[in-house]
């Protein structure tokens, strides 16, 4: 069973930065296409980006295009997403997500969380 735990949310006043990291244990990271999703209050989950398991390209949502950056360590099996010029609206639960090579579309694997709050 694949674990993923995120850290690094916390406070930070609009125009900061942050960066946020997803440890995944029990499977083969390597293999995984890792994605980053975040809910704000009183909305549905959103997609913010991935990277992927062979070749770690990159994909953002055009919302963050731009003030995010995704990177992966396989060695530390290591997800990162590094947010920069935050917003209020940026503000929400950070998840990251595992997508095993091979099983389609689907995020097969959710961690539980990271807050982010971003005041103005």
């Known amino acids: 069973q694949v674990q993923l735990i995120e850290s690094g949310g916390g406070l930070v006043q609009a125009g900061g930065s942050l960066l946020l990291s997803c440890a995944a244990s029990?499977?083969?990271?390597?293999?995984?296409?890792m994605g980053w999703f975040r809910q704000a209050p009183g909305k549905e989950r959103e997609f913010v980006g991935h990277?992927?398991?062979?070749?770690?390209?990159?994909y953002y949502a055009d919302s963050m295009k731009g003030r995010v950056t995704i990177s992966r360590d396989n060695a530390k099996n290591t997800v990162y997403l590094q947010m920069n010029s935050l917003k209020p609206e940026d503000t929400g639960v950070y998840y990251c997500?595992?997508?095993?090579?091979?099983?389609?579309?689907?995020?097969?694997?959710w961690g539980q969380g990271t807050q982010v709050t971003v005041s103005s």
């Open positions: 997500a595992a997508r095993p090579a091979g099983s389609g579309t689907a995020y097969n694997y």
């Open positions: 029990g499977g083969t990271f390597s293999l995984y296409t």
């Open positions: 990277i992927t398991w062979m070749t770690s390209s990159t």
